[in-house]
């Protein structure tokens, strides 16, 4: 029936594994717990010999697309379920839910993110703002636009269909392959549908950390951009340096980035990030990347 893949690195996901057992338990229903220990250092604190729980251990860190496909080709059931380490069911039914949802027939199923409401540290305001602006959306939003909103931290997925679509991916450690995983799903025809079952998002990054990952998310698009050339995609930043490019304005943007770059950072980082700001920031250093970076 159901197979609840776990990659982690460094992060302790008992808490995570209790919480999915018992709700799987409750279910009555075939199920396995695969946890990938990619290369960490720190490990698990305990899975309390929970029946149908496996950890299994890589000792150097692979990322998280290669430890997903190893995830996916050691799973038995028809139903792959991917969390990621960092993150913790909202609500109690949360497996029944989605247990619900297979009934609906589509070949994915996505559930989406919670935020916590109380305002964390200065130093990670900009990934708690950003996640409460762009990703906690609910889902008869995110099917209006279905490949728009992938957050591959709590989906739902045919084995299948996920070894199709996932085995396109490079072996690549990069960060923002959810943007080119929605573009997969997307020129695959992969029929998905959004469902509110959110997963709360734990571990939320410093800023600084954060916004190097946007940075090598506006890397990863470019590549896939210049390497794939997808025209079949429902990504705004994408769509946007496209038009940028078409109207030949990249070098305006770049000078844009390299001359304001340092006061935008400052906002960034700093008590009262703008995300309006964040998005200006992305796209500026897409086109500098892609004029000083990506064609270098």
Request: hydrophobic share 40%; aromatic share 14%; glycine share 4%.
């Amino acid at each position: 029936m159901l197979s609840v893949l776990i990659p982690t690195y460094n992060y302790d996901v008992s808490k995570l594994i209790a919480t999915i057992h018992l709700q799987l338990s409750n279910c009555n229903v075939p199920f396995e717990i695969l946890v990938l220990e990619d290369g960490s250092t720190q490990h698990i604190n305990s899975t309390n010999n929970l029946s149908n729980t496996t950890v299994l251990v890589n000792k150097t860190n692979n990322g998280r697309v290669k430890a997903r496909q190893e995830l996916a080709l050691k799973a038995n059931y028809e139903w792959l379920l991917f969390l990621d380490a960092d993150v913790l069911p909202k609500s109690k039914s949360f497996i029944s839910n989605y247990i619900d949802a297979i009934k609906l027939k589509h070949d994915a199923y996505f559930g989406g993110f919670a935020y916590y409401k109380a305002k964390p540290k200065k130093q990670y305001l900009l990934r708690w703002k950003y996640g409460t602006t762009k990703e906690e959306v609910i889902a008869v939003k995110r099917n209006l636009s279905p490949y728009k909103v992938i957050i591959s931290a709590n989906y739902l997925i045919r084995k299948k269909v996920f070894n199709t679509v996932n085995l396109k991916i490079e072996d690549n450690k990069g960060y923002g392959f959810d943007n080119y995983f929605g573009a997969l799903l997307q020129n695959n025809n992969v029929n998905i549908y959004h469902i509110d079952n959110e997963v709360y998002h734990l571990g939320i990054e410093e800023s600084s950390l954060y916004l190097k990952k946007k940075e090598q998310a506006a890397l990863t698009l470019l590549h896939f951009y210049k390497t794939e050339g997808f025209n079949n995609h429902s990504n705004d930043l994408l769509r946007l340096f496209s038009k940028i490019k078409t109207l030949k304005l990249v070098w305006l943007f770049s000078l844009f980035y390299k001359l304001f770059k340092t006061k935008m950072k400052k906002n960034l980082l700093g008590k009262a990030p703008s995300i309006s700001l964040l998005q200006a920031y992305r796209i500026t250093f897409m086109c500098y990347a892609y004029k000083h970076i990506i064609t270098a």
